[in-house]
């Protein structure tokens, strides 16, 4: 196995493959504490690329309910309780993850570990919807945070990730990155259906077809993206909790980059579960309400820092963080640039065409208790 270097975990890791990251990676930043589970994302993907025969049960989008929800059942579970280890070392500038990945557990003769989902466990995608975990007991009141009962909203796509566990593990050699934007895609015309890619992919974001006998996955709306405008559920969302762009290394940062001033800036926004090796190109701006010995397993032990950030951008009047969070969901099209200009934030096009701005304070208009014109008074009704 070749060594490639994973940012997320600190360190050097082992993968099937030698590095070879493309021209631009795909990325995006979910914020989990604005999502509604209206799963109109959901629909939205499902009736644009999988309502096909052999398609019923696919959700390349899904959006279910922690810490009590699963599509497909146990999805994260399951590998958690497979992994040898999942200890960070923190007592340096950066964490290092000195457990083993994916595919550094891998057994004797196998690419990856991983576990592939029987039919039933795709049969309850709703399974743990608004279940809270933990209770309020009689007379007890809340204060502060209410993390005595919680649940959160997460949504799920395709990470396309940089070293995909999925083109690890296929022997057929049908699952590719594209070199221009870094989009994690299936060979329908290589695949024969051997379903490594669904055991492989710890995400279980792989499906298989059994009428067309192949494999299928979330494409990131391909081509879209290649017009300059975001995927279907990034669009369709009505919480307004997604950004699509491109992200670069920490190294190559460029603050002028939505999705790396979030992700490497900031440091807002996490990987899903980084201990897997993968380096996962969907990023989650973590809950706040949500306990951190939970949450650091899902997203990292950068966790606090980053629910300390957001939390406190309003006060510390950060003006840059809080106005880019006010550019989710203002355009359709893909926001490669920002900046802020006063009150007024501007996402721009890769090159710089201004595709929209957003004020960071809505303008308050005093109606006069008196309309001269019309001879009436007005009443404020409480």
């Not at 309780?81 to 083993?100: A, C, F, I, N, R």
């Not at 960071?360 to 006069?368: A, F």
Request: aromatic share 12%.
């Amino acid at each position: 196995m070749a060594r490639v270097n994973n940012w997320q975990l600190g360190r050097e890791m082992s993968y099937w493959y030698p590095e070879a990251r493309p021209q631009k990676q795909f990325a995006a930043v979910f914020d989990t504490n604005k999502c509604i589970a209206c799963q109109t994302c959901t629909l939205a993907c499902k009736t644009t690329w999988t309502s096909g025969k052999g398609q019923e049960y696919m959700l390349w989008n899904n959006v279910e309910t922690k810490p009590y929800g699963f599509y497909p059942l146990a999805w994260d579970l399951k590998l958690l309780e497979m992994l040898d280890g999942q200890s960070w070392d923190t007592s340096g500038e950066k964490p290092v993850y000195d457990g083993s990945t994916i595919f550094e557990s891998a057994p004797a003769g196998e690419r990856v570990m991983g576990w592939r989902p029987e039919d039933e466990d795709y049969a309850y995608p709703n399974v743990g919807e608004d279940d809270c975990a933990g209770g309020i007991e009689g007379g007890a009141s809340l204060f502060e945070t209410h993390d005595m009962a919680w649940f959160y909203y997460l949504a799920r796509i395709c990470n396309h990730c940089t070293y995909p566990g999925c083109l690890a593990s296929c022997p057929r050699g049908s699952i590719y990155k594209r070199p221009e934007d870094g989009i994690v895609l299936v060979d329908q015309n290589r695949c024969r259906g051997y379903q490594e890619c669904v055991r492989g992919c710890p995400y279980k974001k792989v499906f298989f077809n059994t009428m067309t006998g192949t494999s299928e996955k979330c494409i990131a709306c391909y081509p879209k993206m290649e017009m300059g405008i975001q995927p279907q559920c990034f669009v369709n969302c009505i919480g307004k909790i997604r950004m699509a762009g491109y992200i670069n290394t920490p190294d190559k940062a460029n603050p002028e980059n939505p999705i790396d001033y979030l992700v490497h800036i900031k440091k807002v926004a996490l990987p899903l579960f980084p201990q897997f090796g993968l380096e996962p190109n969907v990023y989650y701006i973590p809950p706040i309400h949500v306990p951190t010995s939970f949450t650091k397993q899902m997203f990292g032990p950068a966790v606090d820092a980053a629910i300390k950030t957001y939390r406190e951008a309003a006060a510390n009047k950060d003006d840059d963080l809080t106005g880019l969070l006010g550019l989710f969901g203002s355009s359709e099209m893909v926001m490669e640039r920002w900046k802020r200009v006063g009150d007024k934030v501007i996402g721009l096009d890769a090159n710089g065409k201004e595709l929209v701005d957003v004020p960071m304070k809505e303008p308050v208009h005093i109606r006069p208790a008196v309309d001269k014109l019309y001879q009436i008074t007005r009443t404020n009704c409480p």
